[in-house]
């Protein structure tokens, strides 16, 4: 895991900006045929995300609430189920309004979340000022408590199986519903092969990865942060054996991969992963790098995805081509051939800078 520092609690903003809008909502730019919406106080990832051009920092704080981001709505994930398979999610945070929830725990159904990463998770993906989707409806599937505990791996693995198996279910039992409108599979984390290779039941992990996309359901993957080869991390080197997997490395504010970011063949793309400003315990906002924010901001772009391709919802191949024809080609630093791409929404042009 890497550095931990509160940055500021902005709650009382939060509460007063709630429910509907994230602070900084402009005027429409656009009034054709879907109006472009622009939050002009956001984190720098997901101006990042919304533009071809590298941000322009002038002189501002990485961490500042100053970039734009902008979206419309038809990418704000509203009816897309979010499956975060992590340490579950502070539902009450008013980051994320009505649609956080926390449906499975394996430790003995005590769902709350006392650590922070899912929530941090949960915040890229679909809070309403730090997320990439913000309406998407996040599922807390609790399968570390507090964090990883590596020293039983068989027990580990067994655990996380079980929380990728819960989210096929309940993915299944969604499918045939009227409102349906697809499901993806966050997964935030990885280890080393040594420690699956001990557990010797990390083949259960696998085969239940490959039924979720089999069913239907988009998988990310975190890329690891060991600063090596990803195919030897897991699960994301599992994508070696499931293609529709999609495994996610982190860039930094200069579009360079994070030194402690994995790297090599098995990563699908990247997306910014370095001090990004997502929510925490206690209704708290935070900044923090690695993978696991990386995966998450393309949990929220496939959520946005949804809306736009009907067709894709179920089809995890498909959309892993269309999210990697739609990344931005020879942009990267420090990245090996393969995983020379830059997550990108679409979204046509850069918002207007006004710089003193
Ligand atoms: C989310 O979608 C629902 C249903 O369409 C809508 O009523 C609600 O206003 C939306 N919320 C946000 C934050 O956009
Ligand atoms: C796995 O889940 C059980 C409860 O079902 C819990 O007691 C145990 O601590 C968990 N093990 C690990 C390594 O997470």
């Not at 969604?174 to 997964?187: D, E, H, V, Y």
């Not at 495994?247 to 063949?265: I, M, N, Q, S, Y």
């Amino acid at each position: 895991m890497t550095s931990v520092f509160l940055l500021l609690l902005l709650l009382p903003t939060i509460i007063h900006s709630l429910p509907l809008q994230p602070r900084g909502i402009s005027t429409p730019l656009s009034c054709t045929k879907v109006n472009i919406i622009e939050q002009g106080t956001s984190p720098w990832s997901l101006q990042r995300i919304s533009s071809t051009a590298p941000v322009t920092q002038n002189g501002r704080p990485t961490t500042e609430l100053s970039y734009k981001y902008r979206f419309t709505e038809l990418e704000d994930g509203e009816g897309v189920e979010v499956y975060i398979v992590d340490t579950g999610i502070d539902v009450e945070h008013p980051e994320f309004g009505r649609r956080a929830r926390n449906a499975i725990s394996t430790f003995d159904d005590d769902l709350e979340e006392n650590s922070g990463h899912g929530t941090q998770i949960a915040g890229a993906i679909g809070s309403l000022n730090y997320g990439v989707a913000k309406n998407v409806s996040l599922v807390g599937i609790k399968v570390f408590s507090p964090l990883f505990d590596t020293k039983n791996a068989a027990a580990l693995i067994a655990n996380i199986t079980s929380g990728v198996e819960s989210a096929i279910l309940l993915h299944n039992a969604r499918r045939a519903a009227k409102n349906f409108k697809g499901s993806i599979m966050n997964l935030g984390f990885g280890f080393p092969k040594e420690v699956f290779d001990a557990a010797g039941n990390s083949d259960d992990l696998k085969k239940m990865l490959k039924k979720a996309v089999d069913d239907g359901m988009h998988v990310t993957v975190a890329a690891g942060d060991r600063g090596r080869d990803a195919c030897t991390d897991f699960p994301a080197g599992y994508v070696k054996d499931i293609p529709g997997l999609i495994v996610v490395g982190a860039t930094d504010v200069f579009d360079k991969r994070l030194d402690t970011a994995d790297f090599g063949p098995c990563i699908d793309l990247h997306a910014p992963g370095g001090e990004i400003v997502s929510t925490t315990l206690k209704g708290g906002v935070k900044v923090d790098s690695g993978t696991f924010l990386s995966a998450a901001i393309v949990t929220g772009v496939i959520a946005g995805e949804m809306g736009k391709n009907e067709k894709l919802r179920m089809d995890p191949l498909g959309m892993k081509r269309l999210v990697k024809d739609k990344a931005l080609k020879g942009v990267l630093r420090g990245v090996e051939k393969g995983g020379d791409l830059l997550v990108y929404s679409g979204m046509p042009g850069n918002p207007v800078e006004e710089f003193v």
